[in-house]
Structures are given as structure tokens and as C-alpha cells.
């Protein structure tokens, strides 16, 4: 059985994407921060993208994907819009949905760490810790600064470590060295994840 995983980061994340791009958009003079193109937003689409990251923080996850789909409908390429939808459909449960956008955008803009985060979260909420790992690494080399990507990384490696005592343990259930490092193990793994499950 995979480790049940919960992904405290993700929205932390999210969030600091969402400040700068609604940063970005309230500043036009300035170049967008995500957007790779020099064709600046009208005042229709900065008013869509910024009512879509508003209902977006206030939950009201089928009007922000109605917002920001208007935005990405006369910017398809636009990176700052494609990932708010990537998190509107991760807040919907549409995983599927989410995982296809983030790595489109991995592939598009290879330098953002962030949705190889989200996309990592994604992988690790499954069970697949291995492809999370990876995923948080590549993260972690687009920008060596970027701390949430650390921070996961840092709970798949306990979580890592958590099944694999945990399977040491089934095969020696007295060894009393590997049942304190379990522990410790435990420990570190954030309050909101469930405790590692049995393999």
C-alpha cells in the first residue's frame, strides 16, 4: 500500500505565484514575470486574470476556472494563467486535469520551479514518492532559492525513510535501533500527513 501523503506546500506555493502574478498585473509598466512575451495585457485581461486569482483565494473555484479560462482564451501561452488553472483544477480534485497543465508547463518553461512542485505534490498525494522526488530535484535545480521545492523534498525523503524502516521492522520486529529511528522518522513527517502506511 503506497504512504498517504498530504501536501502542506502546495498551497503555500500557490499562493506566492498567485501574489506575483497579480503583482505583475497591477504593475504593466514592468515586464510580466511569467509570461515570456512582451505583448502586455489589456486592461479586460488583467481584470480577468485578477478576478480569477480573487475567486481562486476565496474558493470559488468554478468562477475563477470561467475567469481565467477568458484570460488564457486570447493568451494560450500566457504561463502565469496556465498555472492558477492548474490549481483551480488541483482545489477540484481533477488531478489528472492538473498533472497535464503543470507538465506542460515544465516542458514550456523548464526555469519555474513551481509547477514541478505542484506537480511533485500531485505524484506524492498518489504514492508515487520516487517520481515526486525527481520531480522536487529538477525544482530545486531550476532555482536553487526556491524553499518550498526544499521543504517537500526534505517530507519525501522522511516518508522515504518511513517505509523503509517500517519494512526493516516487519522483517525484524525486535531490532529496538530500527523501531527509535522509525520514530524519529515519524517525527519529523508534518502533523497534516498521515503516518506512513505499511508497504
Not at 9 to 15: D, H
Not at 26 to 45: G, H, I, K, R
Not at 147 to 155: C, F, I, K, P, S
Request: with cysteine; hydrophobic share 45%; net charge positive.
Amino acid at each position: 500500500m503506497p504512504l498517504a501523503v498530504k501536501w502542506p506546500r502546495v498551497e503555500a506555493c500557490a499562493k506566492s505565484l498567485a501574489a506575483l502574478a497579480i503583482a505583475a498585473a497591477l504593475a504593466p509598466a514592468a515586464p510580466v514575470a511569467f509570461a515570456q512575451t512582451t505583448v502586455l495585457p489589456s486592461a479586460e485581461q488583467t481584470s480577468d486574470f485578477q478576478e480569477a486569482t480573487v475567486l481562486y483565494r476565496s474558493g470559488q473555484y468554478e468562477r475563477a476556472l470561467e475567469r481565467v479560462d477568458a484570460w488564457l482564451k486570447t493568451r494560450p501561452k500566457d504561463a502565469r494563467g496556465r498555472f492558477l488553472r492548474g490549481m483551480i483544477l488541483t482545489q477540484q480534485k481533477k488531478l489528472d486535469d492538473a498533472s497535464r497543465i503543470y507538465t506542460d508547463l515544465t516542458q514550456d518553461f523548464p526555469e519555474l520551479p513551481e509547477p514541478y512542485n505542484n506537480l511533485a505534490a500531485i505524484y506524492a498525494e498518489r504514492g508515487n514518492l520516487d517520481k515526486a522526488r525527481s520531480l522536487l530535484e529538477t525544482a530545486v535545480r531550476a532555482n536553487a532559492k526556491f524553499t518550498a521545492a526544499h521543504e517537500n523534498l526534505g517530507d519525501i525523503h522522511a516518508r522515504l525513510a518511513a517505509a523503509s524502516y517500517e519494512q526493516a521492522l516487519k522483517l525484524d520486529a525486535t531490532n529496538k535501533n530500527i523501531a527509535a529511528k522509525l520514530k524519529a522518522v515519524n517525527d519529523l513527517i508534518p502533523a497534516q500527513a498521515s503516518a506512513a502506511s505499511k508497504p
